[in-house]
């Protein structure tokens, strides 16, 4: 191991993970006082991140011109994952109200799900907007469990993954998650990447990450097969490099694995991870939401989208 800081460092399992990084590399704490951090997105205009403090319902800002954090929304609705969509708009998923919304460039909010068939959603919890502009959203039940995420309430509906067209049209394009969470795509989105969360009320259940064929429409998914299964904790949200490497959430940082499924690394960081994002001009800065903290690493990978 070596950069270690404040209880941070950097493990190598597979030489190829020394790729990923010069020999001088530290993970910086950038804030801390948050209750459970999730959702990071990167706003490279305004060079700022968002990310969601679900249990406090708050969306903090921090700036990367002075290292300030602000509380952007508050309530946030619970808000969970946020993304960006292909002209920069914040997107959300939002426990409170079970719906995805689109925040327009003057503030006003657009909803752009909140049911399927007529049925309440149950908190939409990540999502992620392909080349296409369509966005998938996962829908797991987290946020009607209890009060501390969002409001306890009977789900309507399984917990599904779903897709946005561009029209606006929602579809169903896999239904056999227990527990959908994290997404993202491979660089030429013929692979949706998705996280099952199913252990974390159920011990026997899923920590896993599947591989889903991407159909030539563009528009459903294959079975799919599992490429990974979680070492530590279980893989919540992640993101995807130029390389094809995954780096994903996990109980003791962050694991990075390559596109075959196979750990090579580990960023390990003082508490629990809940998602990470690329950002800063190039892409090159990963930042991680640990349970209470925002961390960031400078890498020489570069993320393969942005938000």
């Known amino acids: 191991m070596y950069g270690e800081v404040q209880g941070c460092s950097i493990e190598v399992i597979d030489p190829s993970f020394n790729d990923c990084f010069v020999s001088h590399a530290r993970v ?11 959702g990071p997105v990167w706003f490279a205009a305004g060079r700022y991140l968002l990310w969601s403090d679900i249990p406090n319902n708050r969306m903090l800002r921090w700036d990367e011109t002075s290292g300030n954090v602000s509380e952007f929304r508050a309530p946030s609705q619970f808000s969970n994952g946020n993304t960006v969509d292909q002209f920069g708009r914040l997107l959300s998923c939002e426990h409170l109200t079970r719906r995805v919304t689109r925040t ?14 007529g049925l309440r959603l149950n908190s939409p919890n990540d999502l992620v907007v392909k080349s296409d502009g369509s966005i998938w959203f996962t829908d797991p039940s987290y946020g ?7 409001e306890r309430a009977e789900p309507e509906l399984p917990c599904q993954v779903y897709r946005i067209d561009v029209d606006g049209t929602l579809s169903v394009v896999a ?13 030429d989105e013929s692979l949706l990447y998705i996280a099952d969360t199913g252990a974390s009320h159920d011990p026997t259940g899923p920590r896993h990450i599947r591989s889903m064929q991407v159909s030539d429409s563009g528009t459903s998914l294959s079975e799919g097969e599992l490429l990974a299964e979680c070492s530590n904790g279980m893989f919540d949200g992640f993101r995807v490099d130029t390389g094809g490497r995954l780096w ?27 998602n990470v994002t690329f950002g800063g001009p190039k892409l090159n800065r990963l930042f991680i939401c640990g349970t209470t903290s925002l961390y960031s690493i400078y890498l020489t990978v570069n993320g393969s989208t942005a938000g």
């Not at 910086?28 to 999730?38: D, K, P």
């Not at 327009?104 to 068939?117: M, P, Y």
């Open 28 to 38: 910086e704490r950038l804030w801390s006082g948050a209750r459970w951090s999730e």
């Open 104 to 117: 327009e460039f003057d503030g006003s909010i657009t909803v752009l799900a909140d049911q399927w068939q």
């Open 144 to 150: 009607i469990l209890s009060d501390y995420e969002g």
């Open 175 to 187: 239904s056999d998650f227990l527990k959908p969470n994290g997404l993202a795509f491979s660089p």
């Open 248 to 274: 994903a959430s996990a109980a003791d940082g962050v694991h990075c694995l390559n596109a075959a499924g196979v750990l090579i690394g580990k960023i390990h960081i003082p508490e629990w991870v809940a």
